[in-house]
């Protein structure tokens, strides 16, 4: 080994003893370095004199000494995979210190930023896992502990996201007051509960919309649109979509709906206590507005109306009816975007309604004719 100095403060040192690992395998290799500040570069030797490797002091960069063995270094990325050296002489690791104070920064190289991108794209796929399959999931487990004064509150507060949304689309007054129609619609859908308790009281209101449409939000709200109504041959179709929004309620559909539209944050604010879930149910309610249910969601809406209807003397062919009715229909597109696209009627669907029909039993009327004239004239100014 041999020291020199180089100028008034730089010092430089030759054949100095090393192991040298060349980052492919575990083999080691005795080998001697040297290092010229003036040429600002570390040389690697083999054990007859040979050159090995040449390392520009500012590519130098400090490895972690896993071993105790003394200082290790590579050249370029703090990657496992590269070439290194380990000294162990201390004047040695001192001169290489003093001469490279940016041993220990970090070096982003490709190999580094290919791995990025695998772990990148690996938390991308946790992420998707989460929303699309995780979070809908746990929505249908999870719904169950939300009680139902908390599902109340998440209920108006999506009502209120709602509200937003027609008042925007909407010039004038988009909610229909009639109070003589209000009324009317109220003793319709209280006939339909019977037998029935729900843990909160059911509210329905009418917008002033011509789509054919209807749903219902967390905590009892039910939303008609005036166009439904308007395509309604007979008040007992509409009775019939009630019953099956009803169904909806009793079953939590609702709020299960709204813990997948405000995703993974609001499913966890919301099973834990904060009953708006903050800003997350920004989206629900426009979701809301369009959500598709599962067929056996359906199908369980279907029989909860088929019930309904009868315990309240209704004949269920009137949701067959209905259902035939929109098929008839489903070339305009403003039933398109309506109760069709989230509650796809069938043939199926209007066959099973009609073997409900009990043949030797009179059914009667959801509501006198008075009454079914004033819910058509609920939304007039």
């Given at each position: 080994?041999?020291?020199?100095s180089?100028?008034?403060?730089?010092?430089?040192?030759?054949?100095?003893?090393?192991?040298?690992?060349?980052?492919?395998?575990?083999?080691?290799?005795?080998v001697?370095?040297?290092?010229?500040?003036?040429?600002?570069?570390?040389?690697?030797?083999?054990?007859?004199?040979?050159?090995?490797?040449?390392?520009?002091?500012?590519?130098?960069?400090q490895?972690?000494?896993?071993?105790?063995g003394?200082?290790?270094?590579c050249?370029?990325?703090?990657d496992?995979?590269e070439a290194?050296?380990?000294?162990?002489?201390?004047?040695?690791?001192?001169?290489?210190?003093?001469?490279c104070?940016?041993?220990?920064?970090t070096?982003?190289t490709?190999?580094?930023?290919?791995?990025?991108?695998?772990?990148?794209?690996a938390?991308v796929?946790?992420?998707?896992?989460?929303?699309?399959?995780?979070?809908?999931?746990?929505?249908?487990?999870?719904?169950?502990l939300i009680?139902?004064?908390?599902?109340?509150?998440?209920?108006s507060?999506?009502?209120r996201?709602?509200e937003?949304?027609?008042?925007?689309?909407?010039?004038?007054?988009?909610?229909?007051?009639?109070?003589?129609?209000?009324?009317?619609l109220?003793?319709?859908?209280?006939?339909l509960?019977?037998?029935?308790?729900?843990?909160?009281?059911?509210?329905?209101?009418?917008?002033?919309?011509e789509?054919v449409?209807?749903?219902?939000?967390?905590?009892?709200?039910?939303i008609v649109?005036?166009?439904?109504?308007?395509?309604?041959?007979?008040?007992?179709?509409?009775?019939a979509v009630?019953?099956?929004?009803?169904?909806?309620?009793?079953?939590?559909?609702?709020?299960?709906q709204?813990?997948?539209?405000?995703?993974?944050?609001?499913?966890?604010?919301?099973?834990?206590?904060d009953?708006?879930?903050?800003t997350?149910?920004?989206?629900?309610?426009?979701?809301?507005?369009?959500?598709?249910?599962?067929?056996?969601?359906?199908a369980?809406?279907?029989?909860?109306?088929?019930?309904?209807?009868?315990?309240?003397?209704?004949?269920?062919?009137?949701?067959?009816?209905?259902?035939?009715?929109?098929?008839?229909?489903?070339?305009?597109?403003v039933?398109g975007?309506?109760?069709i696209?989230?509650?796809?009627?069938?043939?199926?669907r209007?066959?099973?309604?009609?073997e409900?029909?009990?043949?030797?039993?009179?059914?009667?009327?959801?509501?006198?004719?008075?009454?079914w004239?004033?819910?058509q004239?609920?939304?007039?100014?």
């Open positions: 080994m041999h020291w020199m180089v100028g008034h403060s730089k010092v430089a040192f030759t054949w100095v003893d090393a192991r040298y690992f060349d980052g492919l395998s575990a083999q080691r290799r005795q001697f370095v040297s290092l010229d500040v003036e040429s600002w570069r570390l040389t690697i030797h083999d054990s007859s004199g040979a050159e090995l490797d040449i390392w520009p002091l500012e590519t130098l960069r490895l972690r000494d896993d071993a105790g003394g200082l290790v270094l050249s370029g990325a703090v496992p995979g290194r050296i380990v000294l162990s002489n201390a004047r040695a690791i001192s001169e290489i210190k003093a001469a104070p940016n041993l220990t920064k070096t982003v490709g190999r580094t930023w290919g791995k990025i991108g695998v772990w990148i794209g938390s796929a946790a992420v998707a896992l989460m929303i699309f399959v995780i979070v809908p999931a746990l929505a249908e487990q999870l719904a169950v009680p139902p004064e908390r599902e109340a509150k998440v209920g507060a999506v009502l996201q709602i937003r949304v027609f008042s925007e689309q909407e010039a004038g007054d988009w909610h229909c007051t009639n109070s003589e129609g209000q009324m009317a109220e003793q319709m859908v209280q006939a509960q019977q037998g029935q308790e729900f843990p909160y009281p059911i509210q329905v209101g009418v917008v002033d919309n789509m449409n209807a749903f219902a939000l967390p905590g009892g709200h039910i649109m005036r166009g439904l109504i308007e395509i309604a041959e007979a008040p007992e179709h509409l009775a009630l019953a099956h929004e009803l169904g909806h309620v009793a079953q939590r559909d609702p709020i299960v709204a813990l997948r539209a405000a995703g993974t944050a609001g499913l966890l604010s919301l099973v834990l206590g009953a708006t879930g903050g997350v149910l920004a989206l629900a309610g426009e979701t809301l507005i369009a959500a598709k249910n599962s067929r056996a969601v359906e369980r809406a279907d029989d909860f109306a088929l019930a309904q209807l009868a315990k309240a003397g209704v004949s269920p062919e009137a949701l067959a009816e209905f259902f035939e009715l929109l098929l008839e229909e489903m070339g305009d597109p039933f975007m309506g109760w696209s989230s509650h796809p009627p069938s043939a199926e209007a066959a099973h309604a009609r409900a029909v009990q043949t030797a039993r009179s059914y009667q009327k959801s509501v006198s004719s008075q009454e004239q004033a819910i004239q609920i939304c007039a100014k």
